[in-house]
């Protein structure tokens, strides 16, 4: 018996009273890489002995047991999947610039460090963008404008393209959020409306830049990317980040927004898997006056995919210029 076969027995065994619609749609959901929904419900009526006789005499026909009599409408799915990035090749992995607040020294040296290893492709791991203005916290009227700070981004947007030509990735942290959270409060008539939508605004389209939305994380190769305002609550300023990243997630990965280094490595006990996680530094100014004394650190990381679709990935401190390997 396949495994696809296997996994539909199983998944009829658990839900003897739901309707091949319902059960095509759960193994859509738990094994996205296996079921479209038109090969699931294929999959189900052949099992049932559904899709004519010839095929009923190669199965053992399976009974439908007595359906659900509920009349329900499908549940409403949240579930945003996850960008997966298998491509083997090096990505630079970049978080927290906080424009118009960056360093341009410590972005200068990662960059630098990018181009010497001849890095294309890069991921901007959230709050490239600061959104001042759209604080929920009181904001000081003289700082500077969301036009202001979108100028700037879209011309460093611009001069990334031309140092990186594979794909660029860019992740909406919960600095680049703060824009829509500010359209639902004060502009609700305007969502809805193509231009207003984030990805336009930050002009990431018209750069061939791919958007990764807010609470939507990737995998690139084996490791998981994620920004830490869309880890369950209790994240806000642990210890260490990558210890909360694998206590929350239980797979390898990568976190930005704590603005901080940190390294964790963990053996499942039974299955003798290991898990690295790790949280990179900002390349934004370490001082900022909501946080004028932080332990903050400036870096980025290395990710390298290999034929495999596994991750090798190293994560970088700057220090007044230089770069040190720190795990
Ligand atoms: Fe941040
Ligand atoms: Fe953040």
Redesign the pocket.
């Known amino acids: 018996m396949s495994r696809r076969d296997r996994i539909i027995d199983e998944v009829i065994d658990k839900f003897p009273n739901v309707g091949n619609r319902t059960l095509a749609r759960l193994l859509v959901e738990q094994y996205p890489e296996l079921y479209t929904i038109e090969r699931a419900r294929h999959s189900i009526r052949y099992r049932f002995g559904a899709t004519g006789s010839r095929d009923r005499k190669k199965v053992n026909v399976c009974e439908h047991k007595k359906h659900c009599s509920l009349q329900l409408p499908p549940g409403i799915n949240q579930v945003k999947k996850p960008l997966k990035l298998n491509q083997p090749g090096d990505w630079l992995v970049i978080s ?1 610039l906080h424009i118009p607040y960056h360093d341009e020294i410590a972005i200068e040296t990662c960059i630098r460090y990018a181009v010497d290893k001849k890095i294309k492709n890069l991921y901007i791991n ?2 490239c963008v600061d959104f001042y203005k759209f604080s929920d916290f009181v904001v000081d009227p003289r700082q500077s404008s969301p036009s202001n700070e979108l100028e700037l981004l879209r011309v460093f947007l611009k001069s990334l393209k031309k140092q990186f030509k594979g794909k660029i990735v860019y992740k909406i ?3 680049e959020d703060r824009y829509e959270r500010y359209l639902y409060q004060r502009a609700s008539a305007v969502v809805g409306i193509e231009q207003f939508e984030l990805d336009k605004v930050l002009g990431l389209g018209d750069l061939g830049i791919t958007c990764v939305s807010s609470k939507q994380h990737s995998i690139v190769g084996n490791l998981c990317v994620f ?3 869309e880890l369950p609550k209790g994240m806000a300023s642990p210890a260490n980040p990558a210890k909360s990243l694998f206590t929350k997630t239980g797979c390898s990965g990568v976190v930005g ?1 704590h603005h901080y280094l940190s390294h964790w490595c963990m053996t499942e006990g039974v299955r003798k898997v290991t898990h690295n996680t790790y949280s990179i530094g900002c390349l934004c100014k370490l001082v900022k006056d909501y946080s004028p004394v932080n332990n903050w650190n400036h870096g980025f990381g290395h990710a390298r995919v290999n034929s495999k679709r596994r991750t090798e990935f190293r994560n970088y401190l700057i220090d007044r210029g230089q770069v040190e390997c720190q795990f």
């Open positions: 927290d959230g709050d942290g919960n600095h920004h830490g305002h927004h």
